[in-house]
């Protein structure tokens, strides 16, 4: 059996790793600080800053793994290009874990490569620079550091007064040492979805259902599967999520975000890994959840099909303020309730808006998938994280 180093042990980490102890794979979990998720329900684990390239050096010629798997972004990704040329399977590709990590690479790749439709967009390096992006762009705007996850460091500019907020708020968010953010046009879309795409070493690319998301300070709230939307901007979507992730190259599933409005789809961005939103497929709503189907993936193992089994949704669990010790009231509540199920993820602190768990809920494939969703909104506002 394979040694999987999971670079990264949150939440979706923490599925990952029993998705892969379920058929036998050795996994150690890496992560900034002791007794994170994954690391839970890894055979072993390292504590590192992986923005240390030497660290990281270290953990793999001291493990000597089969595949060298990214779960989040402030990773030094340049080391794994190195880490190809020696031989070591990145997952899906060091230049994916590369380009993804960074949203000025992507975006530069979808909009100018790919021609993908895009939102106009700037960069920025500097507060006054920032300023000059927002003439350029327009009030509203949205800016994003180039590098950062769940929302961190990312504002909308309403007024001129919001700009130099932005940048400091953009620079306390970024992950890494990049301090240079995107601005970018806000768009007019009808709603949003993550295209699940499962890329394969031996088969065809794969699409999972569509998943519809609402988005509060840019971390999602709640999740939907199938979202409902016309059959020909669905195709759209998964004809940019095939060439994006062609380009780019390797075998595991992709979340691949789009804005969708009246004009059309335009791609958003991409994470070479499971995606928070794909939370919801914990409700056994396809044959494989996400977390499985990045394993076969990875592994060459064949995924003939994905198909929708249940109609679901997930709600987050969210912290209000710091605890050293979180525990959490109304769960019994959650566990009576039909056609749902919860996940608690085992963070060993909590910080305000931090995620500490998700309610999921389903229905048959026929089912309402307002309705399952607003069940699920309703559930978890039973459930309190204590401090």
Known sequence: MSKILLLGSGELGKEFVIAAQRIGQTVIAVDSYPNAPAMQVAHAFEVIN???????DAIVEKHQPDFIIPEIEA???????DYEKQGYTVVPSAKAA???MNRKAIRDLAAKELSLKTVTYRYATSASKLKQAVSEIGIPCVVKPL?????KGQSTIASESDIEKAWNYSQEGSRGDVAEVIVEAFVNF???????TVTQNNGATLFCPPIGHRQERGDYQESWQPATMEA??????QDMAAKVTGALGGAGIWGVEFFVGDDGVYFSELSPRPHDTGMVTLANTQNFNEFELHLRAILSLPIPEITQERIGASAVILANGHSQNPTYDGISEIASAPKSDFRIFGKPSSRPYRRMGVVVTYDSVNGDVEKVTQRAKELVKKVKVNL
């Open 50 to 56: 992986m923005l240390d390239g030497k660290a990281l």
């Open 75 to 81: 990773i030094r990704t340049e080391r794994f290009y």
């Open 98 to 100: 590369n380009y993804t």
């Open 147 to 151: 590098m950062s996850s769940s929302g």
């Open 190 to 196: 009808n709603y949003e979805i993550t295209l699940l």
């Open 232 to 237: 020909k901007h669905l195709q759209e979507a």
